[in-house]
């Protein structure tokens, strides 16, 4: 694995890694499962969903230090009537919100097996997951699991997971301007300016790895 994302390529294939990349995989296959019995043999059908199944969590490192960066843009969301700094981000895999967040919010949590989750060749531990959070964006509420992890410089990152359930997307990453459908009616979003952004120095950066750790 190490040796192919050195190289820019995907883990499922020959192909060089680019942003929705993981899209051409979530294929659901189906396997034959052939049970002996004593009578008669049964035969069980399972779906896979071979992208998610076997691929590694992955989250910008970005989207931690809080550096702008063409693949991701900032919105401002709500959880109630409390803001929400969210980072849309077409290079990370999953959904995660920050674990000072959902404390502060009094989000239910669900525990989980712990999950590496690989930074910019680093790892932090995911260990808890919070089912269906909700958001609004200009008066929509959205739902999506969210693992928690220490972000730091963003409250929410939508990964790949959620932007999946769009569909097509119209997506201007220099003007940064987004506009899809949901339930018929077309969305959009404006991103705020990189100038907006705050950065963080490598001592703060390895401060909040091993919050996660």
């Not at 192909?15 to 049970?35: A, S, W």
């Not at 009578?39 to 931690?64: C, F, R, W």
């Not at 895999?93 to 959902?102: C, G, M, Y």
Request: with cysteine.
């Amino acid at each position: 694995m190490a040796e192919r994302r050195a190289k820019g390529l995907c883990m499922f294939c020959d192909e060089v890694f680019t942003p929705g990349h993981q899209l051409k995989h979530k294929r659901v296959r189906l396997y034959v499962v052939e049970l002996e019995g004593e009578e008669e043999e049964e035969t069980a059908v399972v779906d896979v969903n071979e992208g998610e199944a076997t691929a590694e969590p992955y989250i910008l490192v970005n989207a931690i230090n809080g550096t702008p960066h063409f693949q991701t843009m900032r919105v401002t969301g709500y959880h109630g009537r409390k803001p929400l700094h969210i980072l849309i981000d077409s290079g990370s895999t999953h959904n995660f919100i920050d674990e000072h967040v959902v404390k502060k919010i009094g989000c239910r949590l669900e525990a989980m097996k712990p999950m590496a989750v690989a930074v910019d060749g680093n790892r932090v531990f995911a260990i808890a997951i919070c089912r269906q959070f909700t958001w609004q964006l200009h008066s929509t509420t959205y739902a999506a699991d969210c693992m928690v992890l220490p972000l730091g410089f963003c409250n929410v990152v939508l990964g790949i997971q959620w932007l999946s359930t769009l569909g097509p997307i119209l997506w201007d990453f220099q003007q940064l301007m987004m506009e899809f459908k949901v339930e018929g009616r077309r969305h959009g979003l404006r991103g705020a300016t990189p100038h907006k952004l705050k950065s963080a120095d490598s001592k703060q950066m390895s401060r909040i790895l091993a919050q996660g750790s």
